[in-house]
Every structure is written in C-alpha cells, then in structure tokens.
C-alpha cells in the first residue's frame, strides 16, 4: 500500500511540474509577444512570410530564425539604416549586396525588402557553408557571429581554441575567444600566429557580436515556441 501511494505521490508530483513548467513558458511566449514583437507584427508577417518560407526552404534554414534574425536587425522597418551603413530588413552591408548582386542577380537590395530579405537568407546560408563540421546548434550560432562580424573573426577565434586544445567547432569556445582578438591579449597572439596579431587583424567588435548571437538564438527559441 505504501507503494502504492509512493508511486501515485511521484506521479502527481511529476504531472504538477510538467504542469508548471508549460504555464511557464506560456508565461514566457506571452511576455515576449508584449515586449520583444513590433505592434504592427501581424501586419508584417502577412506581407513578409512567403518571402520569408520561400528562401528558407530553398537554402535550408529555419523561417523562425529568419524573422528572430530580422527582428535583431531591423524590428522589421524597411527603412532601418546603421551608423555603418547596413540597409533594410536583414542589414545588408553595401559591399555585400554588391557581392550578391552579382551572385544572385538582384539589384534592389536596399530599396526592395522583398529582395533583401532574398539577400540576408542567402548571405546566412553561405556562412553556414564556412562553418560546418558541428552540431545544428554550434553551426547556426557560429553562422550567426558570422553574419554579425564576419566570418575572418570567427576564423581567428577558432585558431585560438585549437591552441587551447578546445573545440574550434563549438560556439562557446568561439565566443569565449573572441574577446581575445584585441590587443591587449599580445602574449597569446604570439603563441597562436607567427607574425604575432590575429591573422584578420584586432576585433573590438565582440560583445556586440556575443549579444547578437545571444539575442536571436533566445528569440528563436520563444518562435519555435509559438508557431
């Protein structure tokens, strides 16, 4: 009998957690509806989802972390322009959109959102394709630092964990090791290249780049969430 109700204790008690863990990321979903998502959100979506859905599936990544990405770039304002000069939706870089202009054959990057959008997905699918050789999560991850900084920068951070004897592959060794590609860190510049500076030059740029990671791969976990 003792057993009996030892087991049926477990039991309630495993179902009350489940319980409250889905109340919680309901809780979770709801805030981030509120506070992360522009208010003309539904309006976007229905103009930008098939673009989206379309370029998605033709290279291979997930629309959610599409529109987590956009929502990072630009909260979804056609017009967004940084102080860099990135355009549109997904921030597309002027020498960039001239590389894929040319790659792709389209030449409205920056005032078309519809070709922008074409242009970021197919600009993440190349860095995908830099940055193979790991799990969905590290690949994706690292893909988006990438995206964010470079690729070169993501190179030279790996180059640092190989010395380290850590995984060059694994994001968290990238993003432990990005911060590393200043200048202050000489001494073990010259433990990891020859000429005694990372070989893309010194990065400034890493806790944006960690922050950016951070914050879309956290927004695609509340999209997967909710669709």
Not at 188 to 198: M, N
Request: aromatic share 12%; net charge positive; with cysteine.
């Amino acid at each position: 009998v003792v057993s009996k109700l030892a087991m049926q204790d477990t039991l309630i008690t495993s179902i009350e957690r489940k319980i409250a863990a889905k109340k919680a990321r309901r809780a979770e979903v709801e805030k981030f509806r509120r506070r992360a998502l522009p208010r003309d959100f539904s309006t976007k979506i229905k103009a930008y989802y098939p673009g989206i859905r379309k370029y998605s599936e033709r290279y291979n990544l997930d629309w959610r972390l599409v529109i987590a990405q956009i929502l990072k770039e630009s909260y979804f304002r056609e017009d967004a322009r940084s102080h860099v000069g990135a355009m549109g939706l997904m921030q597309i870089m002027p020498r960039t959109a001239r590389e894929i202009t040319s790659e792709l054959d389209i030449a409205f990057i920056k005032d078309d959102p519809h070709e922008n959008i074409n242009a970021g997905i197919y600009h993440m699918h190349k860095q995908l394709k830099y940055l193979k050789d790991a799990d969905e999560e590290n690949q994706l991850k690292r893909a988006l630092a990438a995206y964010n900084c470079g690729p070169a920068r993501v190179f030279d951070a790996q180059d640092i964990a190989r010395s380290m004897k850590m995984d060059p592959n694994s994001w968290e060794a990238v993003k432990q090791f990005l911060p590393k590609l200043r200048p202050q860190y000489a001494n073990l510049h010259l433990e990891v290249w020859a000429q005694g500076k990372p070989d893309f030059g010194y990065f400034y740029g890493s806790d944006e780049t960690v922050g950016y990671v951070d914050d879309i791969f956290q927004n695609y976990t509340l999209l997967k969430q909710m669709y």
